[in-house]
């Protein structure tokens, strides 16, 4: 898999949600920054022992 697309939603508190299509992983985040880094430490976690995806993309950011 060359890349992993997430899609992100805005919570009511302001928060930000991420799900992953196609693949079980899901994080949150209070910033739009700290859900970036979360992402990113999710999908290492999740492909800890095979390959993970080259990019990663976040669509459905809020406006």
């Known amino acids: 898999m060359s ?3 997430f ?3 805005q919570e009511a508190d ?3 949600v991420a799900e992953a299509l196609g ?3 899901f994080t949150e ?3 739009w920054e700290a859900l970036r880094a979360n992402v990113r430490e ?3 976690a999740y492909y800890f022992d095979r390959p ?3 990019r990663l993309r976040l ?3 809020p406006t």
Do not use: H, R
Request: charge should be negative; proline fraction near 4%; charged fraction near 25%.
């Open 42 to 44: 999710a999908v290492k």
């Open 3 to 5: 890349e992993l697309v």
């Open 23 to 25: 693949e079980s992983i």
């Open 14 to 16: 302001g928060g930000f």
């Open 7 to 9: 899609e992100v939603t």
């Open 52 to 54: 993970a995806p080259e």
């Open 59 to 61: 669509t459905g950011i």
């Open 29 to 31: 985040a209070d910033t």
